[in-house]
């Protein structure tokens, strides 16, 4: 069975370089593991202009970048 204790054990031979790396994936593991949605994170508001937006788009509702642009004078 694998315990903490064996792991230590093991790692006292491990090079620094490779103890460098191991740090730097388990903490990659610890942050995927911590990410959340954002969409849980903004408001309701936030949510329905996004989701006006995605419809504005479905149904056709958009100008190129190029036109937007031209609309302010650039």
Known sequence: MLTLNTIIE???DVPVNKLEELHL?????KSKKEES?????ISATEKELIEEGEKDI??????SHEDFLKSYGR
Do not use: N, S
């Not at 949605?37 to 994170?41: C, M, N, P, R, S």
């Not at 479905?58 to 100008?63: F, T």
């Open 25 to 29: 994936f388990i903490k990659t593991l």
């Open 37 to 41: 949605d954002w969409w849980e994170e």
């Open 10 to 12: 093991e790692i006292k």
């Open 58 to 63: 479905e149904e056709g509702r958009m100008i």
